[in-house]
């Protein structure tokens, strides 16, 4: 079932709970939990207050409690996000996975940055084709209104026929490349290397 309005809603239930927060976008065929983890012991490291939404568990990082979904259902999110709000939280991270973006669990969320780890085929099952696969991990960036950071080996052309954004999509929210794919093969000796590559210029805007 496709969510509408219940998330305008439910922000207006909690009062807003994300209202002055950053909140980060994690999307992916492969590696986003890890992503969402990294980018949270990174601003951990730097003094930040960071609550999470993702397969590992929600929470205050690092304390999270179990959750069955990835991208849980809007009810849940909200009242995750009342409790981040109550804990004093400053930047939520949210795993989003592509039936989540497509169920509108995620609507009327306004997301600071966005990741696109990578993007095979998968979900096929759901989706029914790799295009609406695709476009519904794009959705996530469409609901970005700072900057983006895509995997530019990620599929376009042809084969199949998607249009990711191009870099003049929005001149305020430019397109950061990157070519790290498969980021779950990372050990944790490659870690810095690939901190530095994805979130070099993530944590250097004022995060």
Do not use: W
Request: charged share 20%; aromatic share 10%.
């Amino acid at each position: 079932m496709k969510i509408y309005n219940l998330n305008i809603f439910l922000d207006y239930l909690y009062e807003s709970p994300l209202k002055s927060k950053k909140v980060i976008g994690v999307t992916g065929t492969d590696g986003k939990t890890s992503t969402c983890h990294l980018i949270a012991e990174c601003l951990t490291a730097l003094g930040k207050r960071v609550g999470i939404i993702s397969t590992e568990g929600n929470g205050v990082y690092p304390r999270l409690k179990q959750s069955k979904y990835t991208t849980p259902r809007s009810d849940i999110l909200y009242e995750e996000f009342s409790i981040f709000r109550d804990k004093n939280v400053d930047t939520v991270i949210i795993e989003c996975s592509s039936q989540g973006l497509d169920q509108g669990r995620l609507n009327n969320i306004i997301f600071t940055y966005s990741v696109i780890t990578n993007i095979h085929k998968d979900h096929i099952e759901y989706h029914k084709t790799f295009k609406n696969y695709v476009e519904s991990k794009i959705k996530l960036l469409n609901m970005t209104k700072k900057h983006f950071f895509i995997n530019e080996e990620i599929p376009s052309g042809p084969k199949p026929s998607i249009n990711l954004p191009s870099q003049n999509f929005h001149k305020k929210r430019p397109i950061f490349l990157h070519g790290l794919i498969n980021i779950t093969s990372y050990s944790s000796s490659k870690y810095h290397l690939l901190i530095k590559k994805l979130y070099k210029g993530l944590l250097l805007l004022a995060i």
